[in-house]
C-alpha cells in the first residue's frame, strides 16, 4: 500500500487567488514529481525533486512553483490561478535504486 | 520533451477480443515500465522491462521489450470489462537527472 498522500482532492477557487497543493508521503523516498494531468490525457511533467533542496522544472512550461525543505512533504503553489490552471495535479514519489512511482489520488482543480 | 510515441491512441474493443498499445523511441532505453489508470484514478505501476528482448507475463498481460530496446508493447489476451483505463508507458529521461516522463497513453474501453 503506497503511503503518499495529496490534499485536497478537490478545490474551487476564484482567479487571482494563490493556492498551495500539498503531498507528502511516509515511505522515506528521495525522488518526487509533480505531474498535470487533463481528463483521459496524458501526464506532463512541471516539477521534479532528488532530494531535500533540489528541485528542476519539467517538460511543461508552469506558472507554479515547489518546494522541498523535508524528504516528505513537496508542497506546489500558484501564485494567481488562473482558469488555464483548471486541471487534474498528480504527485508521485520514487524510492532510491526502486524505479516503481507510487502517485497521490491527485487534487482536481478548477479555477473560476 | 516527450521521449516515446505511445499508440494507438484510443481503442475500442469487444469482450473477449485482444488488445495491444505499443511505445516506440528514437533513443535506445535503459528500462521502460508500464502503468494502468482506471477512469478517475491515479496511475498504477504494472511492470518495468530492463532486458533487450525481455517478455514478461502477468496472467492475461504479456509485455515485451523489442531487441534494440527502442520500442515496447502490452498485449492483453481476451480483454474484460476490468481492463478498461489508460495504459501508459513511462521511460527515464536520457538527460539531466533523468526524471520519469509518460507517453501519451491507451485509452481502452471495451464493449460487454
Known amino acids: 500500500e503506497a503511503d503518499i498522500y495529496q490534499t485536497p482532492r478537490y478545490l474551487v477557487i476564484g482567479t487571482g487567488k494563490k493556492i498551495t497543493l500539498e503531498c507528502s508521503q511516509t515511505?522515506?523516498?528521495?525522488?518526487m514529481y509533480w505531474y498535470q494531468q487533463d481528463p483521459g490525457m496524458e501526464l506532463h511533467l512541471i516539477h521534479y525533486s532528488y532530494g531535500v533542496n533540489s528541485t528542476e522544472k519539467g517538460d511543461l512550461s508552469s506558472e507554479s512553483t515547489v518546494s522541498r525543505i523535508r524528504t516528505e512533504h513537496f508542497p506546489l503553489t500558484l501564485e494567481s490561478a488562473r482558469p488555464s490552471h483548471t486541471s487534474q495535479y498528480l504527485c508521485?514519489?520514487?524510492?532510491?535504486?526502486?524505479?516503481?512511482?507510487?502517485f497521490g489520488q491527485g487534487t482536481r482543480l478548477t479555477v473560476v | 520533451g516527450q521521449q516515446v510515441m505511445q499508440i494507438p491512441q484510443y481503442q475500442h474493443v469487444q469482450e473477449g477480443e485482444d488488445f495491444t498499445t505499443y511505445c516506440n523511441s528514437s533513443t535506445t532505453l535503459s528500462n521502460i515500465q508500464w502503468y494502468k489508470q482506471r477512469p478517475g484514478g491515479h496511475p498504477v505501476f504494472l511492470i518495468q522491462l530492463v532486458k533487450s528482448g525481455e517478455v514478461k507475463k502477468q496472467k492475461r498481460l504479456t509485455f515485451q521489450f523489442g531487441e534494440a530496446k527502442k520500442n515496447s508493447s502490452l498485449h492483453i489476451t481476451a480483454t474484460q470489462t476490468t481492463d478498461v483505463g489508460t495504459y501508459f508507458c513511462?521511460?527515464?529521461?536520457?538527460?539531466?537527472?533523468?526524471?520519469?516522463?509518460f507517453g501519451s497513453g491507451t485509452r481502452l474501453q471495451v464493449q460487454p
Open positions: 513511462a521511460v527515464q529521461r536520457d538527460t539531466g537527472r533523468r526524471a520519469l516522463t
Open positions: 515511505m522515506g523516498h528521495d525522488k
Open positions: 508521485a514519489s520514487i524510492g532510491t535504486g526502486n524505479t516503481e512511482a507510487f
